[in-house]
Structure formats: structure tokens, C-alpha cells
């Protein structure tokens, strides 16, 4: 069942949690961002296959293959963040989207705005950032 949105519409804690209009919503806007990462790729692709290094500095090739090489990693976290979009996607669809994976508890709206595919709400993600922290000093 297909949920039409005003354009202006944004979710609000005055509404039920996750209902078929913040899924709606969420799932436009994670689409929304997958397909600006797949633009933003396939423009990255146009421009490597333009040719080869065509530079006759030997300094101005190195900050072309500099240049190359950040494009690429950033093209790499693009990926990553598209299968991170998918897994919202599919959670979204299965009804686990919004609900935090260690406690079950309501993520919150304002962090799903500001991260999308968050899976832990601030509390539990503050937490596992404590825990990253002192096993990392060990």
C-alpha cells in the first residue's frame, strides 16, 4: 500500500512511532540518498575513463594521481554507505527500522533524521563508543 506525503511532511513525536507515514518518509529519503551515491559514482566513473595521466610535470601527475586516489576511497565509503542504505531499506520492509538493535527501544526521530541508517540509539551507540574507547587503550 502506497503512502502518498505532502511535500512539507516531517515527522513528528506527536504521531505513532513508525507508522505507514514516517516509513513512508524514511524510505524516500534512504532512496533518495542512494540514488544521489549512485549519481555521484557513475560521475566518478565517467571521469577516470576520460584517459590516462596526461600531465608532463612529473609534479602536477603525482597530484593527479593524488587527486585519483582520494576520488577512489571516497567512491569506496560511498559503497559501503549504499549497502549500509539497503540494510535500512530491508529493515524498513521486515518493520525492525527505527528500533534500536541492542535494547529493541525506539531510536528516536531526531537521530533518524540526522543519521538515517542508524541501528542504535544515541544511548546504546554512546555505550559502544565507551567500550570502543577502553579497548582500544588497552
Request: proline share 5%; with cysteine.
Amino acid at each position: 500500500m502506497a503512502v502518498s506525503l505532502p511535500p512539507d511532511y516531517h515527522p513528528t513525536d506527536d504521531e505513532p512511532f513508525m507508522n505507514d507515514r514516517q516509513r513512508a518518509y524514511f524510505r524516500a529519503k534512504l532512496l533518495e540518498w542512494k540514488s544521489d551515491l549512485l549519481r555521484e559514482a557513475e560521475e566518478t566513473l565517467e571521469s577516470l575513463q576520460d584517459g590516462g595521466i596526461q600531465e608532463p610535470d612529473i609534479a602536477d601527475r603525482a597530484t593527479t594521481e593524488t587527486n585519483r586516489a582520494l576520488e577512489l576511497r571516497t567512491r569506496d565509503r560511498a559503497r559501503k554507505l549504499i549497502a549500509k542504505i539497503d540494510a535500512a531499506l530491508g529493515r524498513l520492509e521486515d518493520g525492525s527500522y527505527g528500533y534500536c538493535l541492542e535494547t529493541g527501544e525506539p531510536i528516536g526521530l531526531r537521530r533518524l533524521e540526522a543519521r538515517p541508517i542508524a541501528v542504535l540509539s544515541l544511548e546504546a551507540q554512546e555505550r559502544h563508543e565507551r567500550r570502543e574507547r577502553t579497548h582500544r587503550q588497552d
